[in-house]
């Protein structure tokens, strides 16, 4: 079964940064779309980051572009996040995503809290 694992996450002052990471329990093909998906309290899920296969095409949410970086390493089958000039907006749990085939599979989240 495919399961994901984020670790990273903790409290940072505004301006600081954080680094996320996205541990897949299965190979991570060139193929698979990966994203990052996060959800302040008392809102909806927002989508932050996408990775995609063509020409290592990327997706950000404007509200991040310019400070946020994903990125993959397939060998090792990780996702990660680098979160640089958090602000307070920033606070969120963060979900690691991936699709497989027909199959979306989520991870449990992680918190950044930043303050």
């Known amino acids: 079964h495919v399961q994901l694992v984020e670790s990273g996450g903790g409290s940072v002052q505004s301006g600081g940064s954080l680094t996320l990471s996205c541990a897949i329990s299965v190979k991570l093909e060139t193929d698979n779309c990966v994203g990052w998906f996060r959800q302040g309290p008392g809102t909806e899920r927002e989508r932050v980051a996408n990775?995609?296969?063509?020409?290592?095409?990327?997706f950000y949410h404007n509200s991040v572009k310019g400070r946020f970086t994903i990125s993959r390493d397939n060998a090792k089958n990780m996702v990660y996040l680098q979160m640089n000039s958090l602000k307070t907006e920033d606070t969120a749990v963060y979900y690691c995503?991936?699709?497989?085939?027909?199959?979306?599979?989520w991870g449990q989240g992680t918190q950044v809290t930043v303050s």
């Open positions: 990775h995609y296969t063509i020409g290592s095409r990327t």
């Open positions: 995503a991936t699709q497989m085939g027909p199959h979306n599979y």
